[in-house]
């Protein structure tokens, strides 16, 4: 499995069209979305949502 950690914030163009080309590398590609504006916050949801990838995969 590989999971891939995809942070953005609102202002930067493009990171819609970067998660879309990802998608069709590879079925077994994963992916975590967090934004980059509450750290603290988001560094709690990606450990959240990586586990939920992880035991989705089991």
Do not use: C, W
Not at 8 to 35: C, W
Not at 41 to 47: E, P, Q, V, W
């Amino acid at each position: 499995m590989i999971i891939y950690l995809h942070g953005f914030d609102a202002t930067s163009p493009g990171n819609h069209e970067k998660v879309l080309q990802l998608q069709f590398i590879d079925d077994d590609v994963r992916f975590v979305h967090y934004s980059t504006v509450h750290p603290r916050h988001d560094m709690s949801h990606l450990l959240k949502e990586v586990k939920k990838q992880l035991d989705m995969s089991t």
